[in-house]
């Protein structure tokens, strides 16, 4: 019977109070639908068969846990705002007659009716929405659709326990929030003001300190290896930084605005400053949560939409031609760097002969190529280590440069035309050693090796006058690093050419292009005739092929990756609208009495909402211009961890950042209108 009764008065509790109840319940359902559609995704057989399945499976077995996280402290969040909205109507059960005791078996009651509504209807939501993400996420990673539909046992039973366990928590933690409080300060908690708070100087510094040291690490990091690695001290110390800040920043701010008698002593300012000092501890916690959400939801989007919009760019540059193959000599001369080209010459017609395809489109010369560190107009030996300090420098020749790229370019022994990726060099002179040469233009149009284009620091090409001036580059670069102790500088043959069949039509196919690449590396290992049996005759060789069949994983990864950012935007972004949503109407009742007293007193209904309008506004652009100035700081270091995803286009990064800036504001000026009329509806109701 008591089960019964306690359940009766859970629905009626649900149902009276679902002004607060809605938007928790509509929470939780978007929350668990999201974690439903991720963790069904990484399942997914369709995903794990495609050309990046696994790493994509990783990707979103990764997002998952994200989401799961950000359930528990979003949900604990927000559950807060509904005990504080319901301690009187608890206290005044216990008056009644009910029992602690009994008041912990209604609240497990709402407990279980909300998580099997939430779980239920998250669930199929999930189910009706999981398939648009399916195809969604298939078509971003360049696959076809399968319209088969598929149900993740897995998922389900993994989403409804983790949920179950956090509503478990908060149940947990509500009951021990009952216990510990007597029946009237239950009863009389809505009625309860805050103390003043007083400005709290070692909070505000250590903020301070907390951001500064944040956007420091932002700003020093060089190393796009590194950059991964302390993103993540950075993204920590910005969080703490940024609550400390807004908690001490924002009483602060309305002490100055108090000390302003021309703007304290109206009346739309009067009542809503006074009203905010004595809330500024949860206001200003509120303020920062906005903040970091809307911090985290820039850096998704735009980071994410750089590397899926720049894809295209990114393969076309990383891979010149449909095949490339390179074969790099060490501690070598000239005459093995010709014999090397005209081995890997035969090598390769010998390949292509047994697969009955041709070439087409090639480009090919020898290089020298080594790793430097410019000191002015003098490049010295270097060795990379993710420092973008250090620059990849190739040297050709004038020949090679105009037989491959249509120039006439005539250059004297002591001249060099350059060209840099990441790098622009305007200086008169460049020196490598002791060999030093004016710089006579830049080299339009060169097509650099897919390698360099896909390393991670700089590179500069250099095109000399003629094979002698290389080999003399060379030979002092390796000079320099015999004694330095740096990696030594190599000589290379470098082939790139696309595929064609007999008929002349070009091979794109992924599958016969990873054959074509396969024959290849059979014919060199098959006791081939050439330089390659004679490795003793010099200190190393290193024999690569790279096929742009391989640019099938960029393009899944990278679509993965932006489909997980949406997918995590447009729940933070729920996720601030909830927050901000549920300040406001909580503040609203707190408020309504006050406003109530005000109207009675001669107060009119205008003023009662220019006043609204007025507390609102005065803090709630806040957490944007914040998370504005996050984003100008996170900008270098976001910029150096999509280096390490072969996206060097910081133009690109900066426009979408801007337009995925101006979106977010115009989402946070309509979200900041619904927020303030909620609020005026629940003050102004009589």
């Known amino acids: 019977m008591k089960g019964g009764l306690f359940a009766r008065l859970a629905l009626t509790n649900i149902r009276k109070n679902r002004k607060i109840y809605a938007p928790y319940i509509f929470a939780c359902v978007g929350t668990v639908m999201m974690f439903y559609i991720i963790a069904s995704l990484s399942y997914d057989p369709d995903v794990l068969n495609f050309y990046c399945g696994g790493s994509v499976s990783v990707i979103l077995k990764l997002g998952s846990i994200v989401i799961g996280l950000f359930a528990v402290i979003f949900l604990f969040y927000t559950s807060s705002f509904l005990m504080k909205r319901r301690k009187t109507e608890l206290g005044l059960y216990n008056v009644l007659g009910l029992g602690k005791r009994h008041i912990a078996g209604v609240l497990a009651w709402e407990t279980i009716i909300v998580w099997a509504e939430s779980t239920v209807l998250g669930l199929v939501s999930g189910l009706v929405f999981g398939k648009l993400a399916q195809v969604a996420l298939l078509r971003m990673m360049g696959g076809g659709i399968n319209y088969d539909f598929s149900i993740s046992l897995k998922a389900i039973i993994l989403t409804a326990a983790l949920f179950a366990g956090i509503f478990g928590v908060i149940y947990v933690k509500s009951v021990i929030e009952i216990y510990r409080v007597n029946t009237i300060d239950l009863l009389y908690s809505s009625k309860k003001g805050e103390k003043k708070p007083r400005a709290n100087y070692v909070l505000a510094v250590a903020g301070v300190a907390s951001l500064a040291a944040g956007y420091y690490i932002a700003l020093a990091v060089k190393n796009p290896l590194e950059a991964i690695t302390f993103f993540f001290f950075a993204v920590i110390l910005v969080i703490a930084g940024t609550y400390m800040c807004m908690i001490s920043g924002s009483v602060a701010l309305l002490s100055v605005l108090k000390k302003n008698n021309n703007y304290y002593y109206k009346t739309n300012h009067f009542i809503s400053t006074s009203s905010m000092m004595f809330r500024m501890k949860k206001h200003g916690a509120g303020l920062a949560s906005i903040c970091i959400l809307a911090t985290m939801v820039l850096v998704m989007i735009s980071s994410t939409a750089c590397l899926y919009i720049g894809a295209d760019k990114a393969i076309e540059t990383n891979f010149p031609r ?280 001669g107060m009119s209904r205008q003023e009662v909402k220019k006043t609204i309008n007025s507390q609102v506004l005065t803090v709630f652009f806040i957490p944007l211009l914040g998370a504005g100035v996050h984003m100008a700081f996170a900008f270098p270091i976001i910029a150096l961890m999509l280096r390490a995803f072969m996206i060097s286009n910081t133009s690109l990064l900066m426009v979408i950042t801007l337009i995925s800036f101006a979106a977010f504001a115009l989402f946070y000026v309509a979200s900041y209108l619904i927020t303030s009329r909620a609020y005026y509806k629940v003050v102004a109701d009589r």
């Not at 501690?331 to 090598?347: C, F, K, P, W």
């Open 322 to 601: 449909d095949l490339e193959v390179t074969c790099r000599t060490f501690g070598s001369d000239g005459d093995t760097l010709h014999a090397v080209s005209e081995d890997i010459d035969r090598l390769i017609a010998d390949a292509l002969k047994d697969e009955q395809v041709k070439p087409a489109g090639e480009i090919t010369y020898s290089l020298c190529d080594f790793y430097a560190k410019p000191e002015g107009t003098n490049f010295t030996c270097a060795a990379f280590n993710g420092n973008t300090d250090v620059t990849a420098v190739t040297v050709i020749t004038a020949d090679d440069y105009n037989r491959n790229f249509g120039k006439k370019a005539l250059l004297d022994t002591d001249q060099v035309l350059v060209y840099g990726k990441g790098i622009s060099y305007d200086k008169a002179v460049i020196s490598f050693g002791e060999k030093k040469f004016k710089v006579a233009g830049n080299a339009d149009d060169l097509v650099m090796c897919g390698e360099d284009a896909a390393n991670m620091s700089d590179c500069l090409y250099i095109v000399t006058a003629d094979e002698d001036v290389l080999l003399g580059i060379y030979h002092e670069m390796d000079k320099e690093a015999e004694i330095t102790g740096f990696p030594r500088p190599g000589l290379a043959a470098y082939r790139a050419f696309d595929v064609t069949s007999g008929s002349g039509e070009r091979i794109l196919e992924p599958d016969r292009l990873h054959e074509i690449q396969d024959r290849i590396f059979t014919v060199k290992s098959d006791d081939y005739e050439g330089t390659y049996g004679k490795d003793s005759e010099h200190m190393g060789l290193d024999f690569s092929v790279r096929s742009r069949a391989d640019s099938g994983d960029v393009y899944g990864l990278y679509g993965g990756l932006f489909f997980l950012g949406i997918l995590l935007s447009i729940l933070f972004m729920g996720a601030a609208v909830i927050i901000m949503y549920y300040k406001q109407v909580i503040e609203g009742y707190d408020d309504k009495d006050r406003f109530d007293i005000m109207q009675k007193v």
